[in-house]
């Protein structure tokens, strides 16, 4: 089974500050990990994945995301937080095709990420 | 090159009515994916399928809720005899290809209330 936790239902930041939205998974295979973002009423945008190679994952929109492996976990950040960040952030977890079978991404339950001006 | 298109966006039902929700994936994609958004919560995943073939069915509820995804025209989602219980955003993703590294492309989502 595999699983995706977000901890914090709302982060709050202030505009210009860092940002970090936790994540932790548990899989019983190698991890492939996602991060989406979701606007209201809008559909999910994926921003980054890891799925081998460089522990740093750089994404969309300034974004990136530290892969640990001893912790599971896969943090997004961002050095400088903008307005127009706020939005509901996804983690998701699959495992890789050759460790295991389950073939859908498996989602946390979303970060409400508010970037106050 | 389109999105994932989905529709209706809204839509609305009476109770013990049919929900029928359309997929078309982006162009040359052959794998859709149907996930849930149930409100303050997060995506489920319902149902992973190819052209003409239902790959897992794990996430759908075993009564009312079928999808198909024929050799031509868009995937359906479609849910019979509707409950208030059944409102909730269904988003459809599609990939290029199977289970890979790659990342899912989603639809802007229908959105289902049912009366």
Same mark, same amino acid.
């Given at each position: 089974a595999q699983s995706v936790a977000q901890p914090e239902d709302q982060v709050n930041v202030a505009e210009g500050n860092p940002l970090t939205v936790k994540c932790t998974y548990s899989v019983s295979g190698n991890p492939y990990l996602f991060w989406y973002v979701q606007y209201p009423n809008r559909g999910l945008q994926f921003l980054l994945k890891y799925i081998?190679?460089?522990n740093l994952v750089k994404g969309s929109y300034g974004f990136e995301a530290e892969f640990n492996k001893s912790q599971t976990s896969f943090h997004l950040k961002k050095p400088s937080a903008l307005v127009s960040d706020s939005a509901l952030y996804f983690c998701a977890v699959r495992v890789g095709i050759s460790s295991g079978s389950a073939r859908q991404l498996t989602f946390g339950s979303g970060t409400q990420l508010t970037v106050l001006p | 090159n389109a999105g994932v298109m989905q529709n209706p966006r809204h839509l609305v039902r009476r109770r013990g009515q049919e929900a029928r929700l359309r997929c078309s994936p982006m162009k040359g994609h052959s794998h859709v994916y149907w996930y849930r958004q149930l409100p303050e919560e997060g995506l489920k995943f319902m149902v992973y399928l190819q052209k003409e073939n239902i790959? +897992?069915?794990? /996430?759908?509820?075993?009564?009312r809720f079928s999808a198909e995804f024929p050799k031509e025209g868009p995937s359906i989602l479609r849910i019979q005899q #509707? #409950?208030? /219980? +059944?409102?909730a955003a269904y988003f459809c993703a599609s990939t290029l /290809? /199977?289970?890979?590294?790659g990342e899912l492309f989603f639809g802007e989502g229908s959105r289902l209330t049912v009366l």
């Open positions: 081998t190679g460089d | 790959i +897992d069915e794990s /996430g759908m509820p075993k009564e #509707v #409950v208030r /219980g +059944d409102s /290809g /199977g289970p890979s590294t």
